[in-house]
């Protein structure tokens, strides 16, 4: 019998609505991909969402993307890093490429019978976390950091937006003089708003994370002169060349790290090696991901070369009920990632299937 890829799309309501700069996200909208050959099932998520909001990606281009030109690359079930050069020549589409990049690091990790933090490389056997709070209203932000304090978080990451940052992180710094405090402004900021942003050094956060353009470096370059903050970048690497890149510039302190994002762990790995050889650190982030893309997330957040708490908070954060069986309990401020062949996650296939908005068979 030949390796069979499915998928399910499903649709899990968030706890919490989770408010960025470039909107509020209700639910978590995710293709979960499994993959099955001779007794082994290995499972990936497609990072994107419906809306291209934090990328140009989303479900239908990845779609797209891994049904008309991904797919076939995976039938004779390659290496992660051959399946990374048979699609080179495809421009972007990182997050496609990813899903099933990181089902083929599941794949083979389960052959061999070793848990997915293991087969990295160097793990630590946890990852430290931090927790990422959308917006709020201002009342319910002080409870907010408290309660996630209280949980033992070691890192408090608050989104803002421009012209919401200085009550959100005054609030915060006022209300909390010693935690560790970072700010994310996915991209809503530009140059001409320096004096804004260097008003925001006075706050003592550990990085601000994204403040400029998606696609920007240079920009990001300048502003770094400017500011004391360390600096972080999310949204503006997608590779492990634009991280060089960035760091050859100037432009970076730390980057978050989103396998998603960069194509996969393999390039994730690249980065994170990078990263230390610049003097630089990093750290794991997410994107509401399901315990599938979760349990991904927490191998690679126990990596060695991972030096900071990442967004990988436990389960409960996101979903009253997840799609998986086992789920991550955070225990003083860190994650162990699951010691079961591959991610170790046991998949919920009823509720998963009950989740479902669609589902099918893709051609390999
Ligand atoms: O910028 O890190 C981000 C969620 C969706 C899209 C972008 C981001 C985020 C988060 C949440 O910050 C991280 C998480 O808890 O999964
Ligand atoms: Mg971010």
Redo the contacts with the bound molecule.
Sequence with gaps: MPPKLSFNLVKLPLLVP?T?SFGT?LDRVAHIFSLENEGITAYSESTTDVDPF?SYEDNVTAMHLIKDYFAKEIADLPTPAAFMERVEHIKGHEMAKAALEMLLWDYHSKKSGIPLHKYLGKSKGYADVG??IGMLEEDKLVPSIMNSLNKGYKRI?L?ISKGRETRILSTARLSFPDAVLSA?A?CDYRIEDLELLKSLDQYGLAYL??PLGHDDIVDHAALRQSISTPLCL??AITSPDMAREAFQIDAVDII?I?PGRVGGLSNSLKIAELVHNYGGHCWV?????TGVGRAFNIALASNQLVDMPG???PNE??FSKDIVRNIFKMDKGTISPFESPGIGVILDTEFMNMMSISTGEIQL
């Excluded at 982030?285 to 991901?289: K, V």
């Design positions: 989770f960025t996200q934090y927790i990422s990451k989104k994310d996915n994370e994204q999310d949204e978050n989103k982030g997410g994107m509401l991901e967004d990988t908070s954060k996101y």
